[in-house]
Nanobody
């Protein structure tokens, strides 16, 4: 059974930091492209960042320089380090595993940026 379990979300003030984690089981984690997505109320789910099995990364323009995606293939865990958070970063954050047309999603972790 494939499981992706996100954690690390919460309430943070503008300018603050959070580190999200996604623990993955049931797949050969190291062979999958992994991504973080977010969805705000009333909006579509958008890609925030992705990291290939080889470690190449891509970021959505608005998070470049503030967010860092990384992975630990020994711990089967995906990370998203978020700094200089803004109110517009408020959303449910999801991790996704993808390979050869197979897609797996976690259930998400809520990030709220507010004073």
């Amino acid at each position: 059974q494939v499981q992706l379990v996100e954690s690390g979300g919460g309430l943070v003030q503008p300018g603050g930091s959070l580190r999200l984690s996604c623990a993955v089981s049931g797949i050969t984690f190291s062979t999958y492209t992994m991504g973080w997505y977010r969805q705000a109320p009333g909006k579509e789910r958008d890609r925030v960042a992705s990291i290939s099995s080889g470690g190449s990364t891509n970021y959505e323009e608005s998070v470049k320089g503030r967010f860092t995606i990384s992975r630990s293939n020994t711990e089967n865990t995906l990370y998203l380090q978020m700094k200089s958070l803004k109110p517009e970063d408020t959303a449910m954050y999801y991790c996704k595993a993808e390979k050869s047309g197979w897609l797996y999603w976690g259930r998400g972790t809520q990030v709220t940026v507010s004073s």
